[in-house]
C-alpha cells in the first residue's frame, strides 16, 4: 500500500486503488463530508502523459457537470503528487466522475477500474452504515445464505459417496458355506412297533391292615408306637406306618421290573434314618422265589445297601449291622391283598446316630408287618 | 477484511463437512433395504403331522401337536397319571431355521448353533449329530439330541421311562432323521 496521502482539510482512510500510477482513497473532509480522492503516484507524478490525463480529467469534471453529478470538489494539478477530490454522496455519481476517466489517467487498466467501482458500491464490509444500501445488505444475506447450503450440500454428497465406498469396499457375500451341506437321505421310518417296556401295573390306593399281628424281622423293644402316621398312597402293593408328617416320599422311578420308593425327612441335610423300598411282581411264590438273587442284586444296587443274606423264613430274609451307622435290609416275598398278586419287596433302613436305631428297626418291622 | 473472513471461513466448513460426510458415511454404510434384509426360510406349516405316526415311542396312542411359527415345536406326551401301568414318555422336536448374516451363509449360522451344543458328537450320521444321554433311574432315559443341515437345526428331547437306553436313542435318531427329510 502506498503511504496515504497528506491533503490539508482532508484526512484519508481506506485505499480502494493501489495502482503503479495512481492511487484511490476513500476519506472525509474537515466538515465530515465523504470524498473520494485520486492521487497520483510518484511514478505517476514523474509521467507528464499521465499529469495532462489528470488535468484534462479534472477539467471536464470542473466545467461540465452533468445532472444528477457531483461537481469536482477540489484538485491540485501542480502537486509535487497531483489529485482530485470528489464528494462521495450515496446515488450520486461523483466517485464514477472520477473515476470514468480514471482508466484513461492509469492507463485503460479495467480490472483496476472494475475493482474500485465494486468496492464502492456493493462491499458491506467496506462500506460505512449510511453509505450501505439494500444492495449490499441483499449480497451479505446472499454469502450467509451460501455459508450454510455449501457445506451441507457438500457434507450430504460426501456422506453418499463414504456409505458408497464403504459397500463397494465390503467382502462379498459368502455363496457357499465353510462346511459342505450333505445331501438329505430317504429316511428309514420311525418305528411302529411299541420301543417302550411294559410297565408295572399301578397298586392303587392300598389300605393299611391293622388286623394283622406284629412280626418282627429284627429284634426290636420298639414297636410301631414309634410310627405316628400312617402311609398308603405310595404306589406300592402295601401300605406303612411313618414318623411323622415331617417325612416325605421320593418317587425314584418305576422301571419295568420294579418300583422304587425312597423316604426322607424334610429339611434335614443328613437324614436321622434314610429308607429305600424295592417292589417286583412276580406271578407266584415260586416265581418269586426264582427273582430273588436278581431283585437282591437290583434294588441293592439302586438304593445302597446290603441284600438281605440271613432267612427269617421261606418267605423273610433279612441282614442287620448294629453299630453306627446302623443299617438293616429286608426281602420278603408276599401275596398282596390289595393287588392280589405276588410281589418281591426290598427293604433298607439306615441310622445315622445310635439314638435312632430303634426307629429304623421300627420302619423294617412295620414293613414286616405290612407284607404279611 | 470480514467478507473475506466469511469466505474462508466457508471453504474451511465446506472442508470439514466433506471430511465428516465422508466419515460418518463410510462408518454407517449404505441402509439395507426392508425387501434386502435375510429372511430365514419358512418352514410347512403342517410339518408335525408330516413326520407321521409316533406312536411307537408311547405306551398308547400319541399325536404331536404343532405350535410356533419361527421356531416350530412338535410335542406328545404320554402322562404317567393317564396310565394303567407306570409308564411315561414326552417328545419335543423344536426345528429352527436360521437366515443368512453379513459374512455367513445361512447353513453356516446354523452350523454355529450346533457347534454351541456342548454335547458330545454321534459319528456316522447322515448329517452332523449330537447325543446326549442322561439316565433318570433304572430304565428312565432322557434322550437330547441335536442335528443340522444346511440352514436348519433340529433338536430333540425323548424322554421316557421304562426304556432301554438303545431303544431310546436309536427312537430320536430315526424321528430326527425323518424331521430333518421333511424339513429339507
Known amino acids: 500500500m502506498s503511504t496515504t496521502p497528506e491533503i490539508t482539510g482532508y484526512t484519508f482512510g481506506e485505499q480502494l486503488l493501489d495502482h503503479p500510477l495512481a492511487g484511490v482513497w476513500r476519506g472525509e473532509a474537515a466538515s465530515g463530508m465523504e470524498v473520494v480522492a485520486l492521487v497520483l503516484s510518484e511514478t505517476g507524478s514523474a509521467d507528464q502523459t499521465v499529469r495532462e490525463r489528470l488535468a484534462e480529467a479534472s477539467r471536464t469534471a470542473a466545467i461540465e457537470p452533468g445532472e444528477a453529478e457531483v461537481p469536482l470538489w477540489a484538485a491540485n494539478l501542480s502537486a509535487t503528487r497531483p489529485y482530485a477530490i470528489t464528494q462521495l454522496a450515496p446515488g450520486y455519481s461523483g466517485a464514477e466522475r472520477l473515476l470514468d476517466p480514471l482508466d484513461g489517467v492509469i492507463g485503460n487498466d479495467q480490472s483496476a477500474i472494475e475493482e474500485v467501482r465494486r468496492r464502492l458500491d456493493g462491499d458491506p464490509a467496506t462500506t460505512d452504515d449510511h453509505a450501505e444500501g439494500p444492495k449490499g445488505k441483499a449480497a451479505g444475506r446472499k454469502l450467509w445464505a451460501v455459508a450454510v447450503i455449501v457445506p451441507l450440500v457438500v457434507f450430504i454428497v460426501a456422506y453418499s459417496v463414504g456409505a458408497a465406498v464403504n459397500t463397494a469396499a465390503a467382502e462379498p457375500e459368502p455363496t457357499a458355506p465353510k462346511v459342505p451341506v450333505p445331501d438329505a437321505v430317504q429316511p428309514n421310518p420311525i418305528p411302529s412297533k411299541k420301543i417302550m417296556l411294559p410297565g408295572i401295573p399301578k397298586a392303587g390306593t392300598v389300605p393299611l391292615r391293622n388286623n394283622v399281628p406284629q412280626v418282627p424281622v429284627v429284634t426290636s423293644r420298639d414297636t410301631t408306637a414309634l410310627l405316628a402316621t400312617q402311609w398308603e398312597n405310595l404306589g406300592l402293593p402295601f401300605a406303612m406306618h411313618i414318623p411323622g408328617k415331617t417325612w416325605q416320599l421320593v418317587e425314584l422311578e418305576e422301571s419295568s421290573y420294579s418300583i422304587y420308593r425312597q423316604m426322607v425327612e424334610i429339611g434335614s441335610t443328613s437324614p436321622a434314618v434314610q429308607v429305600g423300598v424295592a417292589a417286583h411282581p412276580c406271578t407266584d411264590l415260586a416265581d418269586c422265589l426264582a427273582d430273588r438273587a436278581e431283585f437282591d442284586s437290583r434294588w441293592s444296587k439302586r438304593l445302597g445297601g446290603t441284600p438281605a443274606a440271613t432267612a427269617r423264613d421261606g418267605q423273610t430274609w433279612f441282614s442287620e449291622r448294629a453299630g453306627t451307622p446302623y443299617v438293616a435290609s429286608m426281602t420278603r416275598a408276599f401275596r398282596s391283598p390289595a393287588t392280589k398278586s405276588w410281589w418281591l419287596v426290598g427293604a433298607t433302613v439306615q441310622a445315622e446316630a445310635p439314638t435312632k436305631a430303634g426307629l429304623a428297626r421300627a420302619v423294617l418291622n412295620d414293613i414286616r408287618t405290612q407284607t404279611s | ?184
Request: charge should be negative.
Open chain 2, 1 to 184: 477484511m470480514q467478507s473475506r473472513k466469511l469466505v474462508r471461513g466457508i471453504a474451511v466448513a465446506t472442508g470439514v463437512a466433506a471430511l465428516a460426510g465422508f466419515g460418518i458415511g463410510f462408518a454407517a454404510g449404505q441402509s439395507e433395504k426392508p425387501e434386502d434384509l435375510p429372511v430365514a426360510r419358512k418352514l410347512p406349516t403342517d410339518l408335525c403331522a408330516r413326520l407321521g405316526d409316533v406312536s411307537a415311542l408311547f405306551p398308547g396312542p400319541a399325536e404331536l401337536q404343532q405350535t410356533g411359527t419361527g421356531e416350530i415345536r412338535c410335542t406328545a406326551q404320554s402322562d404317567e397319571a393317564t396310565q394303567p401301568t407306570h409308564t411315561s414318555a414326552k417328545l419335543i422336536i423344536a426345528f429352527r431355521t436360521y437366515a443368512t448374516r453379513a459374512g455367513s451363509t445361512a447353513a453356516d449360522v446354523a452350523r454355529e448353533h450346533f457347534d454351541a451344543e456342548s454335547w458330545p458328537v454321534l459319528p456316522n450320521r447322515p448329517y452332523p449329530t449330537k447325543l446326549r444321554a442322561q439316565p433318570g433311574g433304572e430304565e428312565a432315559w432322557e434322550i437330547g439330541l441335536v442335528t443340522t443341515r444346511g440352514d436348519l437345526v433340529v433338536e430333540i428331547t425323548y424322554t421316557a421311562s421304562p426304556i432301554d437306553q438303545a431303544a431310546a436313542q436309536s427312537a430320536a435318531l430315526s424321528v430326527a432323521e425323518k424331521a430333518v427329510w421333511e424339513a429339507r
